[in-house]
């Protein structure tokens, strides 16, 4: 079965009755084989696994911008968002970063509509989901390029 919709071709389309009424099999397939696009009425909707999503979101890292001030603190932004902070070290920068990158990811899926919503945000989101399918605060320090 293929869809054309807005330009672009989707293949193997399953219909939102035929994956609800086969939940199980769906999420197997999805999950141990490969992605799949589900359509509801007008809506359409992908199903990926995390593990395919980590590959879709490779190239999404961040660039830690800094500087050493005057009294030997370090300041730094992230080039991709607008984030920034103060450390005593760089080390402490990265730290801080990180922490502040979190809380950000968060607030912005808790407040998804806003900041979603807002265009010098809304590309964002693919920085947004690579930092939440981190499976810990030091996995997401390993996004920074600094």
């Excluded at 989707?10 to 992605?35: E, H, L, Y």
């Excluded at 010098?120 to 996004?143: S, T």
């Amino acid at each position: 079965m293929v869809f054309k919709k807005e330009g672009v071709i989707m293949q193997g389309v399953f219909n939102a009755t035929d994956v609800r009424r086969d939940w199980g099999s769906f999420i197997d397939n999805v999950v141990r084989f490969k992605p799949s696009l589900v359509k509801r009425n007008r809506d359409y909707l992908a199903a990926i696994s995390l593990e395919h999503l980590e590959v879709v979101l490779i190239p999404y890292r961040f660039t830690l911008e800094y500087e050493e001030e005057a009294d030997g603190s370090f300041s730094g932004s992230l080039k991709e968002l607008d984030i920034l902070a103060n450390a005593a070290s760089l080390d402490a920068l990265k730290a801080k970063i990180t922490t502040e990158l979190i809380e950000y990811a968060q607030e912005y899926m808790d407040e998804f509509e806003k900041y979603y919503g807002a265009p010098n945000r809304k590309l964002h989101f693919p920085y947004i989901m690579r930092v939440l399918i981190q499976k810990n605060e030091d996995a997401v320090r390993g996004l920074l390029d600094a």
